[in-house]
């Protein structure tokens, strides 16, 4: 049986398989990345919820394996070299389980560079931006009687979608045909603006057509599904 005890996050989140693949996640926009993928390449793997509400990301076993103290991370038991290795950063897990599964990923070089330019894009720029306008818009910042930072993030938020917009007119995903992990990094951010954010209106999603359909047909993927719930709320 693999032995993972050498990694302290074993002892707050203990490992029943140990030989599977660990995922430490919650279905944030963030978090269902790792998951949505680890159900569409279909790798045995092993969810531990990390409630994030009772700061379960800052104790010293957690930042042991992901100092910045954030989810998802990943701890891999057949990682390079057959030897366990720990991950964090949702776009780097993405490439990873990517890499090592020989999926989602195109092979030809020039299409590979292309989709993780979208990848890097989302990591750079969606998800900060949406994340902020959220904030902003339902969270704490509602009360802030200054609109001008929610109104800042709002701009920008709007520009991003129409960047995506134009990128799907014609196109069935981010790469065409075939659904990639660009997909997979887009989708939790950008369903969560009418979904969870309740910032449909404020972005004019109802002209996002493009958009709309894309997250349909993502929606429709039993694994996109799947992993949009893993692992489930406390």
Known sequence: MTDLSAFPITRQFPAAHPDRLQLYSLPTPNGVKASIML???GLPYEVHLVDIMKNETWTPEYLSLNPNGKIPAILDPDGPGGQPMGLWESGAILVYLADKTGKLIPTDPAARYETLQWVFWQVGAVGPMIGQMGFFHKFAGAAY???RPRDRFVTEAKRLLGVLEQRLKGRDF???AGFTIADIALIGWVRAVPGFYGAG???DWSSLTAVQAWVTR???RPAVA???NIPARP
């Open 201 to 203: 209106d404020l972005v």
């Open 174 to 176: 981010i790469m065409g």
């Open 145 to 147: 009687e200054d609109k």
């Open 226 to 228: 799947r992993g949009l």
């Open 39 to 41: 159900e569409e390449i």
């Open 218 to 220: 993502c929606e429709a």
